[in-house]
């Protein structure tokens, strides 16, 4: 119940990190940390328009997909306090929660007929499919690290007796932090401020959605920064009392927010030929940390 909190509390100020830090490191002022947050209860107060050539999914779809990543928030636990919903083999439903969200949301794009969304749709769920294999390699490798295959478990029996395991937590942030800029489009992958359609890749999705299910689509993408920031923090809390863990999980998002901010103001998006070769760096570095499992283990003795 705690990590629920402490994430729908860190949602509320994460992109406003992100664009704070890229306002200074242009040399602008910028706009105050919750402004994006103030653009979504915006969107909130307004209708949607809906149009008459789009079928139901395409109104349930972005309230389907606030409610996948809803779920998806309360398998994570804070250290060794485990989520509202807790049980073996937990990560897998974690991922295919998420995915059903993105099929939605995906669905909804083709929904509306538009060749400009369908082709963000296709560029979306290539993505998707190519950073699916780096985060089950990862989740596996440190089940097999610690013998548990619940995230509670998982995070709360994970120690680091040696300089390589703590390469491995290392690795495993580097990993999760690429995952959550490619699952949310950002740079270098897709640039969210494009007004160009044929080099979007997210934003071009939901060019028929207006008002309130903008804002939900908006705001999960909060959730999913906050969501994966809080899966970094769990390498790193273990089994911490709450005066330290609650401040250290705050910290580590704010550290988080303000790297994907300082990567986004020194990285240009990379060529749409170029992004699933950088996909693809995941899965290697994903390898990388089950080789060090095994090493650490001594399977290869």
Request: overall charge neutral.
């Amino acid at each position: 119940m705690v990590s629920l909190l402490l994430i729908l509390f860190v949602s509320l100020f994460f992109s406003g990190f992100i664009v704070r830090t890229k306002s200074i490191f242009s040399g602008r002022k910028g706009p105050g940390i919750f402004q994006p947050m103030r653009d979504i209860f915006r969107l909130w107060k307004k209708g949607s328009v809906v149009s008459t050539t789009t079928s139901f999914i395409f109104q349930i779809a972005p309230s389907a997909y606030f409610a996948s990543v809803l779920m998806a928030i309360l398998m994570i636990p804070l250290g060794g306090n485990p989520g509202l919903i807790s049980f073996d083999g937990d990560f897998i439903m974690f991922a295919y929660l998420l995915a059903f969200g993105k099929f939605l949301m995906i669905v909804s794009a083709l929904d509306t007929g538009s060749s400009f969304e369908g082709m963000g749709a296709s560029r979306e769920a290539l993505f998707s499919m190519l950073v699916e294999p780096a985060f089950f390699i990862l989740l596996g490798s440190f089940a097999l690290f610690t013998g548990h295959t619940s995230f509670h478990d998982i995070f709360s029996t994970l120690h680091y007796g040696s300089q390589i395991s703590y390469l491995l937590g290392a690795l495993a942030s580097f990993v999760l932090v690429l995952i959550a800029m490619i699952e949310n489009s950002r740079m270098p992958i897709d640039d969210p401020k494009t007004h160009l359609e044929l080099t979007m890749v997210h934003e071009v999705m939901i060019l028929d959605n207006s008002g309130f299910d903008l804002g939900t689509i908006m705001y999960t993408t909060n959730l999913k920064f906050a969501m994966y920031g809080a899966l970094i923090s769990n390498f790193f809390i273990g089994m911490l009392l709450y005066e330290i863990s609650i401040p250290m999980f705050l910290m580590i998002q704010i550290v988080f927010a303000v790297s994907i901010g300082i990567i986004e103001s020194f990285m240009a998006r990379f060529r749409m030929g170029h992004n699933p070769q950088f996909v693809f760096i995941l899965t290697s570095v994903s390898l990388l940390i089950f080789f060090g499992v095994l090493l650490v283990l001594g399977k290869f003795a």
